[in-house]
């Protein structure tokens, strides 16, 4: 069985932490800006309303339906809450797809690629995935290039898979990690540091 509660965490720059509904207003500051939901699949929020539910009845409400809580990315200098990046569907019970958001102010800085890596220990270690898996739209580059830094192998593309919002039909690429890859041994296991790292944040 999955243990669906984190501990927070910290990265260089990021507190990577559980969401709350106090984060309605840096969540809107993204969620309503056309550019930066233009690969999401979820609707524009019109309003802080908007936000403050759908962190109400969509991100709070995980762990009742077996989803791990969502985690948020917030930097250390301003406290600002940045963006989500967590695990979103679980399947066949051990089986868990990632996806995240990032305000714009931020792209191309290395954020979400730093959140990625550092919530993947957990999500195998901790919370007790097989499998995680991941998928962009192809026309993202810039997603792209930050499932390949986390060491996501490709696996396929699904080609026509979704109508987007502007009437285009996109293709995903789609990408895979086992616990018992060769990356995952390399890069993810729980090494002293990282087992320092986690253990004083389950303290907490």
Request: aromatic share 12%.
């Amino acid at each position: 069985m999955l243990n669906l509660l984190f501990p927070s965490i910290e990265t260089e720059r990021l507190i990577i932490r559980p969401i709350r509904i106090e984060d309605a207003e840096d969540m809107y500051q993204y969620a309503s800006d056309t550019e930066n939901t233009n690969f999401v699949w979820f609707d524009l929020h019109q309003s802080l309303e908007d936000s403050r539910k759908v962190i109400q009845e969509f991100f709070l409400t995980r762990v009742s339906k077996g989803i791990p809580e969502a985690y948020v990315m917030e930097l250390k200098s301003t406290h600002q809450m940045i963006g989500t990046c967590d695990v979103h569907t679980v399947r066949f019970g051990d089986v868990g797809e990632l996806g995240y958001i990032i305000n714009k102010r931020y792209w191309n800085q290395g954020y979400t690629t730093e959140a990625i890596k550092a919530i993947i220990p957990i999500l195998f270690h901790h919370c007790g995935f097989r499998r995680l898996e991941i998928q962009h739209d192809v026309l993202n580059i810039a997603s792209q290039r930050i499932v390949e830094k986390a060491g996501f192998i490709y696996e396929g593309t699904y080609r026509q898979r979704k109508i987007e919002k502007n009437g285009s039909i996109a293709s995903f690429h789609f990408y895979g990690l086992l616990r018992e890859d060769p990356i995952v041994l390399a890069k993810y296991s729980m090494n002293q540091s990282l087992k320092e790292t986690y253990e004083k944040a389950i303290s907490k």
